[in-house]
């Protein structure tokens, strides 16, 4: 299978996707099944939920990179030939530690952590939690610790936020108009205000009355210090990219075939196009399969002989018909939801479809059962 192919010869795959459509489950079953056929795989997902570390069975994830023990495999039935490795990556700490690596000197990278503005709005940064993934994706390929690394993608309403992150970021933080905004506050300073025009102390102390002069200074020093910082961001966004649209890497798009996460689907289908990322498959979750060949007439035909034959049961056994019937129109409503995705999707676009299961994964047996529609 395709998919089976795209995990022998990547070396990353990132799956994306919009929230609640199972891209977490579907990341660490790849993962799993990667992992059975005797590679080091690491799962790496930024979603806050513990749903990756109960399926793994783990009590906890961090954001270093826990090796899934064998008591747990033995306690799936599964014996991998490899290792399977998973972390929940911390955007705080990863953009922490960025900062760290990219800044001129200890003391301005410890000036930008230690400050108030920056400690506050780390993770309210415009696209901080998805340049954390991909930052953390690029730290953790650079190592080539890992056979494969499978990336679950932050649950952003659009994915197209996750392309965009880096670009974003930086466009953030080159701001000119934030700069030029905060620049004159910090080397004016109070004392200094006698040299600003009238219109920009009054600004000037207008926010100062709403906020006080210490929030005013530290978002002034923070983009000061930052300023230092941007080249080295820009660059290493560069990098980034460059390794996302690599041939060792690979997207997989999860969806259901609901209208909702379609539309989200075909959203990010057309920005993976555009800008050129490589697609590797479309993965289709939760699809409501056919429960039997045979045709609707056939079924209520065999109803009305069921309750011809057994009169007493004539209300069952018209309920399961109903039940059956309906399971069929939603079978056929998924399968021309999926047909017209992939159409419009062009050729060339594989797929895999996951049955709507009757329960929850929740652990490494239910990953295993993922696997198995996956490869």
Not at 28 to 55: F, M, Q, W, Y
Not at 121 to 141: H, R, V
Not at 154 to 164: G, I, N, V, Y
């Amino acid at each position: 299978m395709r998919l089976k192919k795209l995990m022998a010869e990547k070396e990353i795959i990132v799956c994306c996707g919009a929230g609640g459509v199972g891209k977490t489950t579907v990341s660490a079953s790849l993962a799993l099944s990667a992992a059975v056929s005797g590679k080091k795989v690491l799962v790496c997902t930024i979603d806050p939920a513990k749903r990756l570390a109960d399926s793994l069975g783990l009590t906890e994830l961090g954001n270093s990179e826990t090796r899934i023990s064998a008591d747990v495999f033995e306690k799936a039935g599964i014996e991998p030939a490899g290792e399977l490795w998973g972390m929940m990556l911390d955007s705080k700490t990863t953009f922490d530690e960025l900062i760290l690596r990219i800044a001129p000197t200890p003391e301005a990278g410890a000036r930008i952590l230690a400050n108030s503005f920056y400690q506050n709005i780390t993770t309210a940064l415009a696209g901080s939690q998805e340049f954390s993934a991909t930052e953390k994706l690029f730290e953790l390929a650079g190592r080539r610790q890992y056979d494969l690394i499978v990336l679950d993608t932050p649950p952003t309403r659009h994915a197209l936020d996750f392309l965009d992150a880096p670009t974003r970021l930086t466009a953030f933080l080159d701001a000119r108009v934030i700069q030029w905004f905060v620049k004159p506050y910090l080397s004016a300073g109070k004392a200094g205000f006698k040299f600003i025009n009238s219109s920009a102390q009054m600004m000037f102390r207008l926010l100062e009355k709403a906020t006080g002069h210490q929030t005013m200074a530290d978002i002034a020093d923070f983009f000061l210090v930052f300023e230092g910082l941007t080249d080295g961001f820009r660059a290493r966004a560069a990098k980034v990219r460059a390794l996302m649209s690599s041939p060792v890497t690979a997207f997989v798009l999860v969806t259901s075939p609901q209208s909702p996460s379609l539309m989200e689907a075909r959203y990010f289908l057309e920005r993976l196009v555009a800008e050129n990322m490589p697609l590797g498959e479309v993965v289709f979750n939760r699809v409501c399969f056919p429960p039997t060949d045979l045709s609707a007439e056939t079924v209520t035909a065999l109803g009305r002989e069921a309750c011809a034959a057994l009169p007493r049961h004539e209300q069952t056994i018209k309920a399961l018909v109903a039940n059956l019937r309906l399971s069929m129109v939603l079978a056929e409503a998924d399968k021309r939801s999926v047909r017209r995705f992939l159409a419009e999707a062009g050729d060339g676009v594989g797929d895999v479809r996951i049955p709507h299961l009757k329960t929850d994964v929740h652990d490494l047996a239910g990953l295993w059962e993922i696997a198995k529609y996956l490869v």
